[in-house]
């Protein structure tokens, strides 16, 4: 883009005062939320209000409404639920209630309102907002405030934020919260798994979503369940007949265990409901299957917010009070959401009628239409579910006579399973015979391959690591064994799932097209590593794993460094020389700094992170947190910062040094990889159909144009296959990493957030989009 960057220094907070509340029911990610809009509010010298316990608080007053410091949201970021409390509130659906409330904050001069919350408490702020005028008028003639304060505070800004667990509201990919209660069912779910295998069962899990199947949809997808029931699409009649056979046929394909997830306002084609207990009910009577139910409740509100719905809520609260700032008496009520990874604002009502579309949708019987209108991301989710879980009968399969192989390289990465599973079983529908290559190129040379079938990939998106098995070698030096070996098993079309590796790899592999003809087959790459390195994604598989596993050791590092106080954790991040685990741990770890490769530093400017550090431990929070990205300077090494920050701190705060190393690449994979990794590799397998399609000439396939040779990234809002050849250009050969990084945007708002002076470019945000007009919600920005 070749905008001029728009700064917000020229916005200013100075004489306003925001008030934050949460309402409704909670998730977690909020208090990162509240923390955001408090420091970013502070930061352009407004002045901050909490209001306690939601719309409650606003009509009782009080000490429900409190003016707020930077240290009063300390510590919150890794705390679930909501620190400010939240109620269902009677009193302000009638207008004594919202009078009341409209006099407690004139009284304080408040009139910027961040609302966190489900639609309904978002509608309730839009109906405040439009009666505000009036309700001032209605004060003044009962002598309650002056004609003064009727002009001074003549209109409500409102920005909502959608922070909700179900995923119901239309417009935004993800509300906060979702993500992490996608945490709490997976958790659940690999428990169960492994009780489960032990005694041949089955589980019926009932989840959260009593109008909305998200979260039983994405958490089906996520553990590869048999059987998923969701509001917005019902089962054809006749379904126990078909769910039966579909279990008795998973056993005896030896499967030792069947997953059903229920959301718990599931229904049936005539809108009656499908419970958990009718379902364990119908197998045992049915199957005679030992089975169990198990229903979730309010452990998935619960628990610490995931780095995703860290960043998630920081980002959109920084956003919030952006909006605050901007906006004018004709600006209408918006909702800060994401699309994909970019901030949009919204308006607030068409958002509201969107999500009351679906709901009578419903109601009406309409159910592809609500399907349509849940978006993009929510379609994609259903169709590649219907596509994974159920396997054809060989007779009803297409037959192609193509053969694909399947290779992991580079480093393993967390999601790496789930995303060959993918890509065996959409070959499988699509006709081909699907070959697995065991230790990369390496073993590619080797002949260490063999033809892989449905049932072989069950149970593998749960799994960590690469099973296939990964090397990092690159194919140069065996391309005339790996030719031999394309011969040999006549494969026709390559999928490699792996980083940087797989990405120079394939770039060799098209070089050598010219000398051998086995290559010039369609080749397509799906990017998987921790680094998050690789040109033409803005993510990668692993990647958020690998965020999560660095936040939960930064959350228990800052728990001890809070009992001993005055001390300094200084950790080191993988990455090579990317800095996207650096910089986003800090976000969502709240770190005080990030030392990354692609923001050069020096001494002036550790020194002045030291003095940082000594001002904060005379406040409150006496603790401190520094990241390090492994390669960001040769010579400002890890041992070298800590003995730095040992030196210049001592007598006001102790230093210790943590290096994380390779548990960053283990662990189960996320809720995100398993479902970014599934639905990437899917499609990526449906272009290699295509173009097998388009390059089969006399009896052979043959491809030898750049575009055959593809690397499927995120970019932004949308899926898109990227020519190899084309992004040569966008790379740095010798760092491995992109030329232009999308998460260098938010490195302001980590210093924001730690309270540092920067220049924070807005020019991205503040147009306000059309639900309408949104494409679709974007191919998987959402997971």
Known sequence: MDHQPKFFENLSGAGKAIAVLTSGGDAQGMNAAVRAVVRMGIYVNAKVYFIYEGYQGMVDGGDNIVEVSWESVSSILQVGGTVIGSARCKPFRTREGRLQAALNLVQRGITNLCVIGGDGSLTGANLFREEWSGLLEELAQKGKIDAEAVKKYAYLNIVGMVGSIDNDFCGTDMTIGTDSALHRIIEVVDAIMTTAQSHQRTFVLEVMGRHCGYLALVSALACGADWVFIPEYPPEEGWEDSMCVKLSENRARKKRLNIIIVAEGAIDCHNKPITSEKVK???????????????????????????????????????????????????????????????????????????????????????????????????????????????????????????????????????????????????????????????????????????????????????????????????????????????????????????FEAYLGLLELSAAREKYDEFCVPM????????????????????????????????????????????????????????????????????????????????????????????????????????????????????????????????????????????????????????????????????????????????????????????????????VFQPVAELKSETDFVHRIPKEQWWLKLRPLMKILAKYKTSYDVSDSGQLEHVAMLPKEAETGAI
Not at 471 to 499: D, F, H, S
Not at 551 to 556: E, H, I, S
Request: with cysteine; glycine share 10%; proline share 3%.
């Open 281 to 499: 009910d119908l197998v045992v009577q049915r199957l005679g299957f030992d089975t169990r139910v198990t229903i979730l409740g309010h452990v998935q509100r619960g628990g610490t917010p995931s780095a995703f719905d860290r960043i998630l809520a920081s980002r959109m609260g920084v956003e919030a009070v952006l909006a605050l700032l901007e906006a004018t008496p004709d600006t209408p009520a918006c909702v800060v959401s994401l699309s994909g990874n970019q901030a949009v604002r919204l308006p607030l009502m068409e958002c509201v009628q969107m999500t009351q579309e679906v709901q009578k949708a419903m109601d009406e019987g309409r159910f592809l239409e609500a399907v349509r209108l849940r978006g993009r991301s929510f379609e994609n989710n259903l169709n590649t579910y219907k596509l994974l879980s159920h396997k054809k009968p060989d007779a009803e399969l297409p037959k192609t006579n193509f053969n694909v192989a399947v290779l992991n390289v580079g480093a393993p990465a967390a999601g790496m399973n789930a995303a060959v599973r993918a890509a065996v079983r959409v070959g499988m529908t699509e006709g081909h015979k699907i070959f697995a290559v065991i230790d990369g190129f390496e073993g590619f040379a080797r002949g260490k391959i063999k033809e892989i079938s449905w049932g072989d990939v069950g149970g593998w998106t749960g799994q960590g690591g690469s099973i296939l098995g990964t090397k990092r070698t690159l194919p140069a030096k065996y391309l005339e064994k790996i030719a031999e070996q394309m011969r040999t098993n006549n494969i026709n079309a390559l999928m490699v799932i792996g980083g």
């Open 524 to 719: 397509v790459m799906v990017p998987a590593t921790v680094s998050n390195n690789v040109p033409g994604s803005d993510f990668s598989i692993g990647a958020d794993t690998a965020l999560n596993t660095i936040t939960d050791t930064c959350d228990r590092i800052k728990q001890s460094a809070s009992g001993t106080k005055r001390r300094v954790f200084i950790i080191e991040t993988m990455g090579g020389y990317c800095g996207y685990l650096a910089n986003m741990g800090a976000l969502a770890a709240g770190a005080d700094a990030a030392y990354i490769f692609e923001e050069q530093f020096d001494i002036r400017e550790l020194q002045a992170n030291v003095e940082h550090l000594t001002e904060k431990m005379k406040t409150s929070i006496q603790r401190g947190l520094v990241l390090r990205n492994e390669n960001c300077n040769e010579n400002y090494t890890t041992d070298f910062i800590y003995q730095l920050y040992s030196e210049e701190g001592k007598g006001v705060f102790d230093c210790r040094k943590n290096v994380l190393g390779h548990m960053q690449q283990g662990g189960a994979p996320s809720p995100f990889d398993r479902n970014f990794g599934t639905k990437i590799s899917a499609k990526a397998m449906q272009w290699i159909s295509k173009k097998l399609k388009e390059t089969y000439r006399k009896g052979k396939v043959f491809a030898n144009t750049d575009d055959s040779v593809c690397l499927l990234g995120m970019r932004r809002r949308n899926l």
